[in-house]
């Protein structure tokens, strides 16, 4: 060994491993040690995945960075990736995956849509069958990239192991960047293998084709801050967009100066404390009753960091028809996407959310915000009292997260699934801090929660993580205890059931004359399936110890499962029916 | 209300990438009535031209749509009006009834026509111009049997179009220059569409 060598090898002592390098120039080093070698250079501590035939010479290599990269077995690929996206969401971080060719990098189709419509940064890595045997319909061969284009924000296939650290670097680039989304690398087994004289990695900062910030324009933070000081009624719409651009404390200082009142779409819960003052609530179909109301009585709108969902808006042509529109997004294509923008603030809402701070002027809208607290309490009486706080009946999905609530203290990360429970745990659910929310947004996806929930965990280990699911969804990706089980992960899963698809239920009782076609599901003995898998648990249907069984729930040592038989027929509300405009909430 | 756009996408050359753009009109079922790539006056850059019938604003969301991808460094769109283009088409017909019914002098004379290949069993004809113009020889040729007939995409140039080597510098600096800030909801004036 010579000195040069000795040099290189203390500079870059954590990323240099096996073999060691054998010149001044690099080393010889496989595609598979490449891929690895990236992952480390790019601060990868968790990798969730699921070995097959094509990406077999991937593990091999793990095998021997085993102490630097902890790689997570899943149970079902789609787990492997939702848990990325739960890692990538509670941390902040890039998620990583792997999966081998064919079925494996199939499954991950699903995830990788989720994550491409809830802006979630992802790199997959999948195994391909040899680059000579590429469109001979080989064993366990299928056109990942073309399968993916559609769901990925890039993608690319690799056949050649000298384009590893390169490809790779571009990946996590363009996977954190901008508009973050998820990234597919595909790479061909004799990729994999092959032998090149490795440079050693460069982190990506350039692609020339690739602008991930759109350009601030002053003027346009001037013609919002002048619509902002003159407006009566201004009212924020906050997204998802305050999270990923970590623009929590620019934003809040924002609403804090001009006296805004704020509401959030599901994506951008937690990004503001739920009982800050100008907290106004929740938008959208289930959403609170003010901010859905008084959407169509602002007089300026300033949307930041969402991008006008439907079931965010309902009907778009009777929408915010009286106000001015400001939209402040990082991605130029949401801008007059779904909503016509008055003045479009194109940029990273960390940068423009100051200098539009600077310029607003300070001001308290009381009799404003008092509106929404009007509206609250009338929702209150109507619907929230008796969703917290039965008197007698069965048990609702409401008093459930109440009473979490009390438990927690709105410390915990809570990871949601898809229909009833998600609405219900969203409305209800307290945040003191950001990254705490995990949901399917966009996609909603049933199945999500569970093994998102094990990704968060993962990704924020020094917080309770409490996955809200129900009996429908727990269904869909249930083997993923089995990942719990393995990793001795402590997760809380609580199951609120009610023997229904229960946001289906609901739509065949309000809009199809109750005709309840395929909702009525039957489950397992959640207690005695959680119990398989080593995972202790309890179900309960009784209100008296509902509290206590949580209490249990969250202070035993180690993964729960609590079942929470909750009632069979309640419905959320308010809600604005499909096709309504949102000012057409109904209460009951 | 409906028009022909005419949509220049520049690009770097990138496997998978005609997908890409392919799927975004596919996904919102818009027919793609003409598309073609070729290499453009920037060494390395690939230019797509694309022509769509639809409203100005769905071509405006297109656009943005396309710029977004990765690989992807511009999308123009322009009317008919903002551009030169043409279009070329092949034509075969036997020799014998062209030379016999119809005088091969005359069409290349009124049809700007061209002959490329004249062998004893046939003959093939090129034209280039407009859809108008390509389809009138196709009328006058058909009583005389017309073996085969092909017409490849539209190839446009922007009116308005400085080219694209200067914009590429600004692309390939790792800041972004000042002075390149566009914005189409300001710069309506602009005859040529830019994000």
Known sequence: MNTVNTEIESKNKTAILNPPLQGGQGGELSGSQAVLEACIAEGVDTIFGYPGGAIMPIYDALYDYNDQLKHILVRHEQGGIHAGQGYARSSGKVGVVFATSGPGATNLVTGLADAMIDSTPLVCITGQVFAHLLGTDAFQETDVINITTPVTKWNCQVTDAAEIPHVLSKAFYIARTGRPGPVLIDITKNAQIQKFNYEGYIKCDHIRSYRPKPIIRKEYIEQAAALINQAKKPFVLFGQGIILGKAEKEFKAFIEKGGLPAAWTILGLSALPTDHPQNVGMLGMHGNYGPNVLTNECDVLIAIGMRFDDRVTGRLDKYAKQAKIIHLDIDPAEIDKNVKADVPVWGDCKETLPMLTQLIEAKQHTAWLAKFNEYTQQEIDIVIQEELHPKEGEITMGEVIHLLNELTNGDAIIVTDVGQHQMVACRYAKFNQSKSNVTSGGLGTMGFALPAAIGAKFGAMDRTVVAVIGDGGFQMTLQEMGTIMQTELNVKILILNNRFLGMVRQWQQLFNDKRYSFVDIQSPDYVQLAKAYGIAGQSVDDRTILKSALKTMLEHNGSYLLEVMVGKENNVFPMVPQGCSVSEIRLK | ?195
């Open chain 2, 1 to 195: 209300m409906k028009a022909e756009y005419t949509i220049t996408v520049y690009t770097e050359n990138q496997v998978g990438l005609l997908n890409r753009i392919a799927i975004i009109f596919s996904r919102r079922k818009i027919n793609i009535e003409s598309l073609n790539v070729s290499p453009s006056e920037a060494e390395g850059i690939h230019r797509f031209t694309v022509v769509i019938n639809e409203t100005e604003e769905v071509v405006r969301k297109l656009c943005r749509q396309i710029e977004k991808q990765i690989e992807v460094l511009k999308a123009y769109f322009n009317t008919n009006e903002e551009i030169i283009w043409q279009e070329m088409a092949l034509y075969k017909v036997s020799t014998d009834e062209v030379a016999e019914k119809l005088k091969v002098e005359r069409l290349l004379r009124e049809y700007g026509a061209r002959a490329v290949v004249i062998r004893k069993d046939y003959t093939i004809f090129e034209t280039t111009g407009h859809r108008e113009e390509t389809d009138r020889l196709v009328e006058v040729l058909a009583p005389y049997g017309l073996i085969e007939f092909v017409r490849s995409a539209r190839v446009a140039i922007i009116k308005a179009s400085k080219g694209f080597h200067e914009k590429l510098k600004e692309f390939e600096a790792v800041e972004p220059a000042e002075e390149l800030i566009e914005n189409e909801f300001l710069d309506k004036a602009d005859q040529v569409f830019t994000m």
